[in-house]
């Protein structure tokens, strides 16, 4: 039966996304959460994923821009072009050279492909929400479809953790870090859309109810990382809109220890613990003995508990923690000898090479693995263009007199942040079922400048009888 329903809202996402520019856009805001787990036919490749993008290709050449209308212009297409060059010299290089000499088995040149497929659609999905947002009605649109498709996952997941109960929620990712970190940005980007937007928009309303499933499916992940990247960027909001709204955010973090769930605690606990605890060991019995880094650290939380500043017992960072250290470790000695990329996808074949305790681990760090296989320069061209992104956002968000665009600039302002501290310890940022919303928001979003001014002020079409409706930041005026 779930299958199913899950063909008939396939067909129907599929047939609205013909309908224009707008609705193809719409189409993929909204679904991109979900799209690896719809059905698929029969036939390699035609999978609703990509059949998604067909539609929408087949609806930017049937409905071909009018001449004369304002917007659809994509927004540091230098940059975009130079990333896209590195990329795909560094998977040229692995198609060309690479050869794996350990952990042959596990080698697999089609999937590498997928994975190059992916990042590069990341690209054009940020291309076509360029040049499908020509009016201030297309952009609320993008964003509103958007907006739903985070209620949608937030929801399925929230019942999957209050009803199902696995050990960590995966939602329609997959893979917890992952789906932390997507809920993360949704629910900073529905917190934006509360504070800046008036009680009587259906924007507001549809933020609300991601405000509420969100934080119930985002705990479900047991996500360090997610927990902590969506406090900063909340936190964020609530300084740059009203502090005394950052004021009861601290005041809540503060009392966590009282209203989170047992399980989160214990994710927490988890992070230091006593080293006859570890029931996971480095390859020699002792990551330190293979990392200066973990040496470094393990040394001074000795001197800690030694003075009594952490409680006796608590003397180790986890395993997880542990392994992604000694793997960034390694990451930096590699982009030195390799400043110009090891290759598209081959990091963990070359991990072997640089360390004796972990071997064969993907790098969990989107900027390190930037670094590595497409070299530096890629590395330097990315972080600037996310650079641009922050820069571009804030001046959004703080200087549009439209309420609806000092929402979406302010809300994309922090999903970045969210997203960017995510990226440290997960490779975000090119997958497109996790990271392909921010990519066609953010291309919607850096159109605002290019759209004609209205000819009249702004109206949010208040409800009858709603005409003294306030955003929430102004109630505590």
Known sequence: MTEFVYWVIEVILLLCALRSRRWAMMVVAFS?????????????????????????????????????????????VIPLAMLSLFFTASFINTITTFVPRMFWRLW?????????????????????????????????????????GIVVESGYTAFEYVVMRPGRVTGHLGEPNSMGAYLACGLVLAFATLLVLPRSSALWRLALVAMVAAPIALLGTLSRGSYMSA???????????DRRIFAAGVVVLALSPFWAPQGVKDRFNMTFHAEAQENWRFRDGKGEEGSAVLAMIDQKLDEKAAEGEIEEGETRLDSSIQTRLVVWEAAFRMMHDYPLGIGF?????????????????????????????????????????????????????????DPVVKAFGYGMLAYLVTLMIN????????????????????????????????????QLSPEPGAEGVKPLYELVR
């Not at 609703?48 to 929408?56: A, K, R």
């Not at 999905?125 to 649109?141: C, E, G, K, P």
């Not at 406090?231 to 809109?241: E, K, R, S």
Request: aromatic residues 16%; glycine residues 6%; positive net charge.
């Open 32 to 76: 991109l959460p979900f799209s690896r787990r719809m059905p698929a036919f029969p036939i390699p490749l035609l999978n609703y994923q990509n059949l998604l993008f067909v539609f929408t290709l087949i609806a930017y050449a049937v409905h071909p821009k009018e001449k004369g209308v304002p917007g659809g212009r994509v927004r540091y």
């Open 108 to 148: 697999d040149p089609y999937d590498n492909v997928l994975k190059y497929k992916a990042l590069m659609m990341c690209f054009i999905i940020y291309v076509l929400a360029s040049l499908a947002v020509r009016t201030r009605d297309d952009l609320v649109a993008v964003f509103t479809a958007g907006l739903a």
């Open 231 to 241: 406090a900063a960027g909340a936190l964020l909001l609530a300084t740059l809109i």
């Open 345 to 401: 996808g081959v990091f963990p074949w070359y991990l072997q090479y640089y360390s004796e305790v972990v071997r064969w681990k993907a790098t969990h760090n989107i900027y390190l693995r930037v670094g590595t296989e497409a070299g530096i320069p890629a590395l330097v061209v990315f972080l600037f263009m996310l650079i641009f992104f922050l820069r571009d956002a804030f001046l959004l968000g703080k200087s549009a007199t």
């Open 423 to 458: 990226a440290m310890s997960i490779d975000l940022f090119f997958q497109i079922d996790v990271n392909g919303q921010f990519w066609l928001f953010m291309g919607a979003l850096l159109q605002v400048p290019l759209l004609a001014p209205p000819t009249a002020p702004v």
